[in-house]
């Protein structure tokens, strides 16, 4: 059974960067799935930030993209979040999520099967 | 950019079936995913590639996709289909989008 599990400081202050990492256990980040972090502001939906593959490859949310890294190492099956610049719209749990992409014929699409409990990072001076 | 439009309620009496249904631009031609979340807690994934059920998913759980609008419904709904569910689908523009989330009310 593939499980996650969030880290990192539960309090940023503004202007600063969001530093989260999310330990991958009962599989291998080396397999067919893409990474997510996916984040939700206290009671409201949810917003996928960007992904990442073993090999390094990334995608972000083009909204969010020219603040956003995220990395891999596989030595420790771990991936990273880094979010900079952060200001109180960035409050939000932070999760990260398995993707696995699934395709046939025109049809394209990508689902989350396994996520992390969630870590709740509060943008606070 | 691409978005995906749910209705922000839905009320339901015990029993009965409760339809939730995800509008977007030709939503039909991709593939729709859909999450249950309970406060407190982490999406669960319920649906995939539109109708299909990970290990563990009630069958009274199901899904279409057709045109602009992708449906989840929950047939006999129970007082423990009450939460909040997301639509989910991949677009080349904006890469993975969620729906605004719909909360389901089991009165």
């Known amino acids: 059974q593939v499980q996650l599990q969030e880290s990192g400081p539960g309090l940023v202050k503004p202007s600063g960067t969001l530093s989260l990492t999310c330990a991958v256990s009962g599989g291998s980040i080396s397999s067919t799935h893409w990474w997510s972090w996916v984040r939700q502001p206290p009671g409201k939906g949810l917003e996928w930030i960007g992904e990442?593959?073993?090999?390094?490859?990334?995608n972000y949310n083009p909204s969010l993209k020219s603040r956003v890294t995220i990395s891999v190492d596989r030595s420790k099956n771990q991936f990273s979040l880094k979010l900079s610049s952060v200001t109180a719209a960035d409050t939000a749990v932070y999760y990260c999520?398995?993707?696995?992409?699934?395709?046939?014929?025109?049809?394209?699409?990508?689902?989350?099967?396994?996520w992390g409990q969630g870590t709740l990072v509060t943008v606070f001076s | 950019s691409y978005e995906l439009t749910q209705p922000p309620s839905v009320s339901v009496s015990p029993g009965q079936t409760a339809s939730i249904t995800c509008s977007g631009d030709?939503?039909?031609?991709?593939?729709a995913s859909w999450y249950q979340q309970k406060p407190g807690q982490s999406p669960v994934l319920v649906l995939y590639?539109?109708?299909k059920r990970p290990s563990g998913i009630p069958e009274r759980i199901s899904g279409s996709n057709s045109g602009n609008t992708a449906t989840l419904t929950i047939s006999g709904t129970q007082a423990m289909d009450e939460a909040d569910y997301y639509c989910?689908?991949?677009?080349?523009?904006?890469?993975?989008?969620f729906g605004g989330g719909t909360k389901l009310t089991v009165l």
């Open positions: 999520a398995r993707g696995t992409y699934e395709s046939s014929g025109s049809y394209y699409g990508i689902y989350f099967d396994y």
């Open positions: 590639q539109d109708a």
């Open positions: 989910q689908a991949w677009d080349s523009s904006t890469a993975v989008v």
């Open positions: 030709k939503v039909g031609d991709k593939y």
């Open positions: 990442i593959y073993h090999s390094g490859s990334t």
